[in-house]
Antibody
């Protein structure tokens, strides 16, 4: 079955750029919208952005000026860049896939295990 | 943004209890409402989608109802493995938003 694996540095310095990759295995990246969602320690979930395999995307206005999301269909990967990070960006970052292909406005039925990113000098 | 609220924020219950969690949206979201269960250190797990549809593999003791702005998640008979935090989420419009969560612990 489809599995998602997030990867990236666990520690990022303030003001630098956080870069994460989600690798999709067991299935194709095509035809789905892929989202990034984060969860600060002890807090709730925040949707960051999604991207379609074709490259069209949408992001949370609260983060839009700092977020870049991209897709590499040849590598079956989705990437997230978050610039000018602060301690408030410390969180577990998840990638997630909706239930149905071609649908953006759907529940997330497949999640990666998440990767913890700490912003600290 | 559509604001999601949940009540209660936490509850204590015993095995076998019937548990109901409420989720409210700040504006109508039709049935674009989903429920997740999260255990410590784990990713959220989809339980209910489209307000009342049971995700494949999820026990039938979980059920959801509602439309518009008011929704409920019910666990008909709480089991030991159900102690967790539950989140609602709207996918009616971006930015997708989640409720603050309801922690269910052992009484």
């Amino acid at each position: 079955q489809v599995q998602l694996q997030e990867s990236g540095p666990g520690l990022v310095k303030p003001s630098e750029t956080l870069s994460l990759t989600c690798t999709v295995s067991g299935g194709s990246i095509s035809s789905y919208y892929w989202s990034w969602i984060r969860q600060p320690p002890g807090k709730g979930l925040e949707w960051i952005a999604y991207i379609y395999y074709s490259g069209s995307s949408s992001s949370n206005p609260s983060l839009r000026s700092r977020v870049t999301i991209s897709v590499d269909t040849s590598e079956n990967q989705v990437s997230l860049n978050l610039t000018s990070v602060t301690a408030a960006d410390t969180a577990v970052y998840y990638c997630a896939r909706p239930r149905r292909d071609g649908y953006t406005h759907d529940a997330f039925d497949i999640w990666g295990q998440g990767t913890m990113v700490t912003v600290s000098s | 943004d559509i604001q999601m609220t949940q009540s209660p924020s936490s509850l204590s219950a015993s095995v076998g209890d019937r548990v109901t969690i409420t989720c409210r949206a700040s504006q109508s979201i039709s049935t674009y409402l989903h429920w997740y269960q999260q255990k410590p250190g784990k990713a959220p797990k989809l339980l209910i989608y489209a307000a009342s549809s049971l995700q494949s593999g999820v026990p039938s003791r979980f059920s959801g109802s509602g439309s518009g702005t008011d929704f409920t998640l019910t666990i008909s008979s709480l089991q030991p493995e159900d102690f967790a935090t539950y989140y609602c989420q709207q996918s009616y419009t971006t930015p997708f938003t989640f409720g603050p969560g309801t922690e269910v612990d052992i009484k």
